[in-house]
Structure formats: C-alpha cells, structure tokens
C-alpha cells in the first residue's frame, strides 16, 4: 500500500477517518477545509492510493464516487503565531532580546487507526518540519511547537527532541537550529505511536 501526501482538497475523503481522538477527528471533519479556505491554517494529508470503488462493476450500476475518492489515512496542521519569550527555554530565546518569537505551530497530527503502526505518524512529522524548514527560508522562523493532547503524544514528541517550555509544560518546541536532526531520526523510525495534540 502506498501514500501520497498533498494539501486536502474538497475531493478528498474523510468520512472513514477516525484516529481515536475525537478531538482530531472533528477538526479534520468540520474545521480543516473552513481554516485552509480562510488561511488561518494548512493541513497536508496522507492519502491511500487504493480506493474502495470498483469502477468496472456491472453495467446497471453506477460507481460510487464517494468511495471512488482518495482516502485520508492521516494528517497535520500547520499555521504561524509567536511565543513569549519567557515560555520558551533558553536556548530558544537566547539572543532574542526578550521580545515575542516568531514560530510554526503544528496544530494538529493524526493517522487512521487502521493505518497505525507503519511509522507513518512519523512520516508526517518529518514532513512537517521539512515545511517548517522550507518557510524558514524566506520568512523568520525560530521553533516548531505543538501542544500534545495526551502524555503517549508529549513522549512521542521528545522522542525526536523537542522541549518542555518552562513555564507551560503542554507546550512542546523544537528549536530549528535540531529540526534537521530530528527530522533524520522521523526518516529512520518504525513504529512510535501515534500522537494527538490540540490547541
């Protein structure tokens, strides 16, 4: 079974979706396309290029384009905001000046329960710094962070580097300066658990 990852577009599939976290769940459902149409995020998807439709079914049938679409097997969340300094740790804010740092949020990460267990939550967190890389790049950038929704997703984070702030211990950070380090160690990982994580 292969993926591929895209922007979610309105033709793609979410209604199997359902990675055990009905927060996640009801964002992707009801808020993803709303936030990627306004701007206020952009969610990448990873889709199964196998459907579920049979397209040469008998003749007095019509296919079914619902199950004809491509199926989200997981997903992430991105958007922009800045922290307080005295939220991040020390190495994030040094030589910053104590004013508010510029950062990626990743506001949401999920698979499908059934595609759990393929190192795929993985997967998507190295795409995601590979954005937050990208953007970097021609607009400042200092971290990634997340908010974890659970402790299995704040162990899985730190697991590839990223810092408690000291102040707000659900806020995770990964300076940039070790995304690349982190995103090397996603590449090579196998199957982790699957995190969630929320505003």
């Known amino acids: 079974m292969s993926f591929t990852l895209a922007p979610l577009a309105t033709h793609h599939r979410l209604d199997a979706f359902d990675c055990g976290k009905p927060a996640l769940n ?114 400042g950038v200092r971290a990634l962070i997340t908010h974890p929704l659970d402790d299995d997703a704040a162990r899985f984070y730190r697991r590839f580097g990223f810092e408690a702030s000291p102040i707000r211990e659900q806020q995770l950070l990964l300076l940039l300066k070790d995304a690349g380090r982190a995103a090397a160690r996603a590449l090579g990982a196998r199957e982790l658990g699957v995190p969630g994580d929320d505003h």
Do not use: K
């Not at 995020?41 to 384009?65: E, H, I, K, M, Y």
């Not at 004013?99 to 059934?114: C, E, F, K, N, T």
């Open 26 to 139: 009801v964002w992707l459902l009801r808020h993803a396309a709303q936030a990627q149409g306004s701007g206020s995020a952009r969610t990448f998807v990873a889709l199964d290029s196998q459907v579920d439709g049979q397209l040469d079914g008998p003749p007095d049938r019509q296919p079914d384009l619902q199950l004809d679409r491509p199926r989200v097997a997981g997903y992430f969340s991105l958007t922009g905001g800045q922290v307080d300094a005295a939220d991040a740790s020390d190495r994030v804010r040094l030589r910053l000046g104590g004013y508010p740092i510029p950062v990626v949020i990743l506001a949401r990460l999920a698979v499908s329960v059934q595609y759990q267990g393929r190192g795929m939550c993985a997967g998507l967190l190295r795409e995601a710094i590979a954005r937050t890389l990208q953007l970097a790049e021609i607009a």
